[in-house]
């Protein structure tokens, strides 16, 4: 015999006007960078743009599905499904580095960063596009070419770029964990200023 569980259809109306409904959403696709890799989430610097957003009455959702480890190849085979569930306003994307820390063809960056901008557009979003440096130790070639992608695609598709999201302590060791390749929590902050200005930017185009 099935047992049947009924819920009263009061209690779930009251349930489903109970969730958040935001004007609008971010959705950010990204590496360990952005999904706060060695800390607590809520230090990472995509909490604290939370946070921000929340401070002075931004009414944004914030959908961080930022992967550790991820190259624009693994964000470009996410990318579809998420946005057909989010449907986001803005893709933030961060994404690269581990791409040129693994000696991938710039040439296929570049395409798979193209292919993510296309998509998201496609589906009615903004798109903000965050670049990384790599070690020189990599060569002057591979380092400039791994660049150059970032301004190609910006370019090629009209999206404001932001060049190096850890521009601002990328020297300073003190700020980076054990590794020399993750921000620590001290550095979250420095990031988001940095990345704020951008997002700012877009904020502002709404409200206009």
């Known amino acids: 015999m099935k047992t049947q569980w009924k819920t009263p259809f009061g209690a779930v109306l009251l349930w489903l006007l109970a969730l958040p409904v935001y004007a609008q959403s971010m959705l950010i696709v990204g590496d360990s960078i952005s999904a706060a890799f060695g800390l607590e989430i809520e230090q990472g610097w995509v909490s604290l743009l939370e946070q921000r957003l929340e401070a002075e009455n931004h009414d944004v959702e914030v959908i961080n599905a930022s992967v550790s480890g991820d190259t624009t190849a693994g964000g470009l085979a996410r990318l579809a499904p998420l946005l057909e569930r989010h449907t986001p306003d803005l893709v933030i994307i961060e994404l690269g580095g581990n791409d040129g820390l693994r000696g991938m063809p710039p040439g296929n960056m570049q395409q798979n960063l193209s292919s993510m901008v296309e998509q998201s557009q496609a589906a009615g979003a903004d798109v903000l596009l965050f ?74 185009e709404q409200e206009d």
Request: aromatic share 10%; proline share 11%; hydrophobic share 45%.
């Open 131 to 204: 670049g990384m440096e790599i070690p020189p130790n990599y060569g002057v070639r591979y380092t400039d070419a791994f660049r150059q992608v970032f301004v190609d695609v910006s370019e090629t598709h009209d999206i404001p770029l932001l060049p190096f999201l850890l521009e601002p302590f990328a020297e300073d060791a003190g700020l980076m964990q054990d590794d020399g390749i993750h921000p620590t929590a001290e550095a979250q902050p420095l990031i988001l200023d940095h990345a704020w200005p951008l997002i700012a930017a877009w904020l502002d």
